[in-house]
């Protein structure tokens, strides 16, 4: 069973950063494309970005040119390092793994969720 933990949350000015981390269990994490997701109440859980095994990045148009996702196959951990954070981007961040992760196509394995607050 794959186990995902998140961490990294919290409360952070407009324009400031944030960084999430997760952390999976098991060997197989170096096989599995990871996300990022995140939801709002009342709405649906938006894909923010992905890393494919091999490094291959993709990101929201929402979030391009401010978030980052990284991988780091020897620990077994996805990151998303948030740049220039808007209130609209607070939302609960969930962390998602699977064979692939594409619009419309999420992962079987996914992490508790850590709340992100943008806000003055």
């Known amino acids: 069973q794959v186990q995902l933990v998140e961490s990294g949350g919290g409360l952070v000015q407009p324009g400031g950063s944030l960084g999430l981390s997760c952390t999976a269990s098991?060997?197989?994490?170096?096989?599995?494309?990871m996300g990022w997701y995140r939801q709002v109440p009342g709405k649906q859980r938006e894909l923010v970005a992905t890393i494919t095994s091999g490094g291959i990045t993709n990101y929201a148009d929402s979030v391009k040119g401010r978030f980052t996702i990284s991988r780091d196959n020897a620990k077994s951990t996805v990151y998303l390092r948030m740049n220039s954070l808007k209130p609209e981007d607070t939302a609960v961040y969930y962390c998602?793994?699977?064979?692939?992760?594409?619009?419309?196509?999420?992962?079987?394995?996914w992490g508790q969720g850590t709340q992100v607050t943008v806000s003055s």
């Open positions: 998602n793994a699977g064979p692939i992760i594409q619009v419309g196509r999420s992962g079987a394995y």
């Open positions: 098991g060997s197989i994490f170096r096989f599995y494309a």
